[in-house]
């Protein structure tokens, strides 16, 4: 029952906003066309998810039939890149966070570039992007992976440069060597401030496969709401948000439920 009541309070309020979203609408307080209801956005939606196509057993397996599904397609594309983005950005910044961290000359001599780069958007490199890997999935990969890059990379800077010294000089203390004390210490302290780096950084990919479809690809739920807005779909384009918007959730829950497993050795988890 505690599992029931949980759900109920997380979803009081989004009833609540399309409660009073349906009220506006059918009061005729704005116009149709500016903001369709909830009703007329669901049965869009519905349209978006469903195949296109009827099921046909002897001429087509199940999973060609729902990749018929426009929304299936789309939601596809964006998560392969959203996933191969992160990717590239975590095993290039893990590392170097993991090696900044343990050495102080080498962050202070790396910290003014990198505090230089890092508050310059993702979005203001599309240009680059586009000049140096053309259209098509390298400079939204290219960005993406940029976004992640960053969050990962500071705050494993941060785990690593905060271990308690304590740990440190008892591991020496006890005879452990450089790299048992890295392994069996330092990371181990430094893995709840990798972990939200890591969590951080795939909301941030997921932001920038959104602007990046919207620019440089022709598939993806950014490139569906560039196209509906182009037609003034203004169902479609919420619908499409509303898509990102849950699949933001379930990858936010997903990554919620990896760092409490990871960390259920850490107090108070």
């Not at 590239?88 to 202070?108: K, S, T």
């Not at 505090?115 to 990969?141: D, M, S, T």
């Not at 000089?169 to 972990?195: E, W």
Request: hydrophobic share 55%; glycine share 8%; aromatic share 10%.
């Amino acid at each position: 029952m505690l599992w029931l009541k949980k759900i109920s309070r997380g979803l009081a309020a989004p009833v609540l906003l399309i409660t009073i979203w349906q009220a506006v609408c059918q009061a005729g307080w704005v116009s149709p066309q500016a903001l369709p209801s909830p009703y007329l956005v669901g049965l869009k939606w519905i349209e978006y998810l469903l195949p296109g196509q009827t099921y046909d057993p002897a001429t087509q397996t199940w999973w060609v039939w729902l990749q018929s599904s426009e929304l299936l397609r789309d939601a596809s594309g964006s998560l392969w890149r959203v996933i191969l983005g992160f990717m590239l950005g975590f095993v290039l910044a893990l590392p170097l966070g993991l090696v900044m961290g343990a050495n102080a000359r080498l962050r202070e001599f790396a910290n003014p570039l990198i505090q230089v780069l890092r508050p310059i958007p993702p979005i203001a490199y599309i240009p680059l992007a586009i000049l140096w890997f053309g259209l098509g999935n390298p400079p939204a990969i290219f960005l993406i992976a940029l976004g992640a890059f960053f969050p990962v990379l500071m705050n494993t800077i941060a785990g690593v440069s905060q271990v308690d010294s304590i740990y440190l000089r008892a591991a020496r203390n006890l005879g452990a060597s450089h790299t048992r004390i890295f392994i069996k210490v330092i990371l181990p302290a430094a893995m709840p401030f990798i972990l939200s780096g890591v969590r951080i950084g795939i909301g941030t990919a997921f932001l920038v496969v959104i602007v990046a479809e919207m620019i440089a690809v022709n598939n993806g739920l950014g490139y569906r709401i560039l196209e509906a807005r182009e037609y003034f779909w203004t169902d479609k384009i919420i619908a499409g948000m509303l898509s990102i918007g849950l699949i933001g959730l379930a990858i936010d829950l997903a990554m919620d439920k990896l760092n409490r497993h990871l960390l259920r050795w850490h107090r108070g988890m």
